[in-house]
């Protein structure tokens, strides 16, 4: 049997009973209190370029002040910093589409207990966004994936949503994490119903101060892309009316 003898580096760590990555982590912050969720012991950033007994550049990432080893960090708390970093950043991108993705804004993200239910169901979702299409929730996996009963409902009730696989977190390079999360970890949809028209409508959400007024833009943008579209059917089948007669 191998043995895996390297151990992975403790990444985030409590801080104001928030999650934070050692990213985040500079002068100004490094003496800061910060725990380990899963142990609750005080955790110690280790930033810089600080060697290895062999010689090798020391990673940053957080260690027990007691020098306790044995304690991983928790998984937890993976998470927990994901969700909070969409909440906080308010984007994230699609899943691929014929391979492209397409960054898609929220106007609000909850992550909450009390407001993470899904419709009228027992199950709750990780993160609750508001898009410009309306509710879009989001499932993390990272230990465990999306139970199938959750699957179902969202496909049972037309509920836009999406699966981010961040299992592979610890292999991406430290200040690579959030872009991990929000752009460039394995994605697909759990549900939507029409991929291009959805990923089509979803715009950015407008700003409170000029919102009137680019609605009212968007809106006649909106007016002209539909007539022209509708012409352009109208022509198409006024054109295949008369292949037909001919
Ligand atoms: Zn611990």
Redesign the pocket.
Known sequence: MKINLIRKPILFAIHDDEAVSINSINNNNRYLIYT??????V?IPRIGKAKNKDGTTRLSSFA?KSG?ES????EGIIHKYATMLIQEKKYIYSPKRNGKKKKIEFSKVYRKKQNLRIGNSDFECDAKCISSVGEFFIEIYFSNPCVEEKIDYYNDNNLLSVDIDIRKIKDVDVSDIDDYILEKSPRKWIYNPDKSKIEAKIKPPIGNGESKWLQYIAGGVLAVITAIEVGSHVKEWWSARNKDEN
Do not use: K
Request: charged share 25%; hydrophobic share 10%; with cysteine.
């Open positions: 380990c969720d899963e142990c609750n012991e955790l027990h306790n304690c991983s960090g928790g």
